[in-house]
Structure formats: C-alpha cells, structure tokens
C-alpha cells in the first residue's frame, strides 16, 4: 500500500460510469485485482478491495469516487434537515424582499 495513501473508513470505492472510458488503468494499479472492465466499464469487486486507494490516483477522468453509505434513516435525517434550512432561507428572503418593497414605497 502506498503510504502516502491510507484507507478511510467507512467509505466504498465505486465508479463513475459515465466518466470511466474503460482505459484499465485502474486494473493494473490495482494490488488486489479487485477491479475488472466489463463491458467497457471498470467494476470493483468490493470483497477484494482493501480501500487502499491506488486506483483513484491512476484513473485519469477521475472516475473511480470514495462513498460512504448511509442507512435510510440516516438519509431521511439529512433530507429532513436540508429542507428545513432550505425553509428557513426561503423566509429569510421573502422577508428582505418585504423589507426591500417597504423601503422603495
């Protein structure tokens, strides 16, 4: 493992399929062989994959991403809070424009 590089945890390499051109640079770098191209697309196979992060710095479109997944619960708790500051800002905004209109008048 590259030491510069260290595995985090918590988080799942995937790829981009949109962005990955199916190159295989991510293959050879990859230590454990945990990464295929299948149909012109590279795929990690996540039981081999030990996070150490050499393909990140191999794929030139940087295709391949760190995720870390969540629960439903944990999903639903970060929507909920979104919303509510997307609320709050929504009447922030509408109360400087009243204010802005008051002012004009």
Known sequence: MNENVRPRSGTILRIKKSLCLGCGLCVE??????????????????ARCNQCRLC??????????ESRPVSEAE???????????????????????????????
């Open 29 to 46: 770098s990859c230590p454990r062989q945990a990464i295929t191209i299948i149909t012109s697309t590279a795929e990690i196979n996540q």
């Open 75 to 105: 999903l639903a708790s970060e929507v909920g809070s979104l919303k509510q500051t997307a609320d709050d800002l929504i009447k922030r905004i509408e109360k400087l424009r009243q204010k802005d209109l008051a002012a004009k008048e």
């Open 56 to 65: 990140l710095e191999a794929c030139p479109q940087e295709a391949i991403v």
